[in-house]
Structure formats: C-alpha cells, structure tokens
T-cell receptor
Framework: EAGVTQSPTHLIKTRGQQATLRCSPISGHTSVYWYQQALGLGLQFLLWYDEGEERNRGNFPPRFSGRQFPNYSSELNVNALELEDSALYLC?????????FGPGTRLLVL | EDQVTQSPEALRLQEGESSSLNCSYTVSGLRGLFWYRQDPGKGPEFLFTLYSAGEEKEKERLKATLTKKESFLHITAPKPEDSATYLCAFAYSGAGSYQLTFGKGTKLSVIP
C-alpha cells in the first residue's frame, strides 16, 4: 500500500507570494489533514477535509486555505506569504484510527 | 484548555542506558493517546495508540503506558538508531474524528 505523498519536497518563495502544496492520501482514504511544523512550535493543526468539504480548521488566518478534489487529493494554498510561514507542512490521512503522515513539504519564505 | 506537555525536551543516553519519556495531558473525553517517531526533515511515523488507563503496548525496545493523566514511553537498552524526536498526541471527542493535538516532542540522542 502506497503511503501519503506530497509535492513538492521543497519550495522557496519570497514574502508576499503565494504557495501551493499538494497531497495525495493513501488509496481509499477520504479524509486529509494538514499540519504546520515550525521550528520550536511542534505540529499545529491547520485544516481537515473530508469528502470534498472543509470540516475544521485550526487557529490560522484566512490566507491559509485549501481544497479537496473528487479523487480525495488535496491542495493547501498560502497567500501573502510571511517570513514566519517558513515551516514543514505535513499532510496525513487516517486508517483504522491511525493518522499516517506524508514526508512533508519544506517551505522557505525569504 | 486541552493540552499536552512532553518532558524532557531533549535527552542524551549512552547506548544501552534505559530511560523514559513523559507525556502529560489535560483533555476532556480522551479518544486516544498516540506516540510517533520523527526523524529530521521527515514526516512522523506511527508507533502506538493507547485508549484507556492501564493499557500498555510494546514494540522492540519501546513500551508505551497510559494513566489517567500521563503516558510514558520506556526505552530499554537503546541503540543509536533509536535517535529521533518522539512525539505524543491525543485525539479527543468534540474535535475532528482523528484530529490530533501534539506536544512539542522529546529529542532523543543515543550515543554509541
């Protein structure tokens, strides 16, 4: 069974630009979770999508948004990038109560 | 406020020197306590889920236990390849079905 995949692995942007991160869940999984892992802050919950709908979001500003496609893959968009958005962005899907994470996208904002 | 605190932040052990990592949590309606291992620059890797006080699970040199307010990850005779950051997280009723709240982790270094 293939795991959660994410692309790109690394992304470098400048302040004010937009970033788009992509995630494909494990085949058959309908829920996708996004987390941000900034240095020293631990994993922070960003967004949860299930069956194409946004089900919950964490304490992040509206410039963090996303969507889930009919094939259950997902996209995270970050608008008006700020320096503090530099982090590892992790996507996960769940099976039998276990959250399986992808390898992450490392976003660097200069 | 629901939260999870891990201690210590960092731990250095000699190879073979057993120890424990602590995870204290405050939550109403615990649905599961999770342990993950994370290597630098990679996504967390699932280790254990515990659901009720008194439950224990083992995997190789690792053993996780759960009380009503804490979970411990015991590492017996660690090897250098056990070096990683260990994350604790909980799922609670009222949130998303498997939305997890994470601690900041314990960075374990095992010295040969």
């Amino acid at each position: 069974e293939a795991g959660v995949t994410q692309s790109p692995t690394h992304l470098i942007k400048t302040r004010g630009q937009q970033a788009t991160l992509r995630c494909s869940p494990i085949s058959g999984h309908t829920s996708v979770y996004w987390y941000q892992q900034a240095l020293g802050l631990g994993l922070q919950f960003l967004l949860w999508y299930d069956e194409g709908e946004e089900r919950n979001r964490g304490n992040f500003p509206p410039r963090f948004s996303g969507r889930q496609f009919p094939n259950y893959s997902s996209e995270l968009n970050v608008n008006a990038l700020e320096l503090e958005d530099s982090a590892l962005y992790l996507c996960a899907s769940t099976s039998h109560g276990i959250m399986n994470f992808g390898p992450g996208t490392r976003l660097l904002v200069l | 406020e629901d939260q999870v605190t891990q201690s210590p932040e960092a731990l250095r052990l000699q190879e073979g020197e057993s120890s424990s990592l602590n995870c204290s949590y405050t939550v109403s309606g615990l649905r599961g306590l999770f342990w993950y291992r994370q290597d630098p620059g990679k996504g967390p890797e699932f280790l254990f889920t515990l659901y009720s006080a008194g439950e224990e699970k083992e995997k190789e040199r690792l053993k996780a236990t759960l009380t009503k307010k804490e979970s411990f990850l015991h590492i017996t005779a660690p090897k250098p390849e056990d070096s990683a950051t260990y994350l604790c997280a909980f799922a609670y009723s009222g949130a998303g079905s498997y939305q997890l709240t994470f601690g900041k982790g314990t960075k374990l270094s095992v010295i040969p």
